[in-house]
């Protein structure tokens, strides 16, 4: 089987976001990057399952559809045990055109499997693993929180309402994953690391596409209000800012 991890190159989260001072960008200046946290955790399952089956998984590839910034990324999906890292070489503005670019690749060269995460850390827009459906007419199983191999079988479970749901999937399918697919994100072995540096990293040009979403100005959140703490022995400084802030005279 040929296994397409879709990876995105995203802000560390607890990095402070911080904007330009006409608010029409991020300040990008000061930001550490990482794997988008849901592609890391598909990787990382794409990982041991290679390594439960190394019979069966083919090969292991990672994309990602940015600019030479995001090669360190790459690096470290190579260093976690991919194979193979594929750059489609664009800044992309939104979901719409990520799916264009990685469709063109899918229909292109066939997979058995694509995993991507439920949504970006950043834009949390949860809709590239949909569209990538849609464009490539492979099956869409949402919301996956296993795979696993089974003989000759794939087994994915899927978080439903009230419960989950296991089922045989039949390749070639998109698997748009979510927590619990793994323990926890891999972690780069020193052998990993020197093996990654030998692995190739493939450029390719995007194709024209057009993008369906502008983004006219950025604002931060509101900062939160100041958290004051009340005391078993002050029930009455409770009461009196309950009746304030509730406008009880």
């Given at each position: 089987?040929?296994?397409?991890?879709?990876?995105?190159?995203?802000?560390?989260?607890?990095?402070?976001?911080?904007?330009?001072?006409?608010?029409?960008?991020?300040?990008?200046?000061?930001?550490?990057?990482?794997?988008?946290?849901?592609?890391?955790?598909?990787?990382?399952?794409?990982?041991?399952?290679?390594?439960?089956?190394?019979?069966?998984?083919?090969?292991?590839?990672?994309?990602?559809?940015?600019?030479?910034?995001?090669?360190?990324?790459?690096?470290?999906?190579?260093?976690?045990?991919?194979?193979?890292?594929?750059?489609?070489?664009?800044?992309?503005?939104?979901?719409?055109?990520?799916?264009?670019?990685?469709s063109e690749l899918i229909n292109r060269e066939y997979f058995d499997i694509v995993l991507t995460g439920i949504e970006s850390s950043d834009f949390n827009g949860y809709a590239v693993g949909g569209m990538?459906?849609?464009?490539?007419?492979?099956?869409?199983?949402?919301?996956?929180?296993?795979?696993?191999?089974?003989?000759?079988?794939?087994?994915?479970?899927?978080?439903?309402?009230?419960?989950?749901?296991?089922?045989?999937?039949?390749?070639?399918?998109?698997?748009?994953?979510?927590?619990?697919?793994?323990?926890?994100?891999?972690?780069?072995?020193?052998?990993?690391?020197?093996?990654?540096?030998?692995?190739?990293?493939?450029?390719?040009?995007?194709?024209?596409?057009?993008?369906?979403?502008?983004?006219?100005?950025?604002?931060?959140?509101?900062?939160?209000?100041e958290c004051r703490i009340i005391t078993d022995s002050n029930y009455n400084e409770l009461v009196e800012r309950l009746h304030a802030e509730a406008g009880i005279a």
């Amino acid at each position: 089987m040929k296994v397409l991890v879709c990876i995105s190159h995203v802000p560390d989260t607890e990095t402070k976001i911080r904007l330009t001072p006409d608010r029409s960008s991020v300040d990008l200046s000061e930001i550490s990057w990482i794997i988008n946290p849901w592609d890391e955790l598909g990787l990382t399952r794409a990982v041991e399952l290679r390594k439960e089956h190394p019979s069966q998984i083919e090969s292991l590839t990672v994309i990602t559809v940015g600019n030479a910034e995001t090669e360190g990324t790459l690096r470290k999906a190579l260093a976690l045990g991919a194979d193979k890292a594929i750059r489609i070489d664009a800044t992309p503005p939104d979901s719409w055109y990520v799916a264009i670019q990685i469709s063109e690749l899918i229909n292109r060269e066939y997979f058995d499997i694509v995993l991507t995460g439920i949504e970006s850390s950043d834009f949390n827009g949860y809709a590239v693993g949909g569209m990538l459906a849609e464009l490539t007419g492979y099956a869409c199983l949402p919301n996956v929180s296993l795979i696993d191999l089974e003989g000759d079988k794939v087994m994915v479970q899927r978080e439903v309402e009230g419960g989950k749901e296991k089922l045989e999937a039949e390749v070639p399918f998109i698997a748009v994953i979510q927590k619990g697919i793994a323990s926890a994100p891999g972690i780069p072995s020193m052998r990993g690391i020197m093996e990654s540096r030998k692995k190739s990293i493939e450029v390719i040009p995007p194709v024209v596409a057009d993008h369906l979403t502008e983004y006219n100005s950025y604002e931060l959140p509101e900062a939160s209000k100041e958290c004051r703490i009340i005391t078993d022995s002050n029930y009455n400084e409770l009461v009196e800012r309950l009746h304030a802030e509730a406008g009880i005279a």
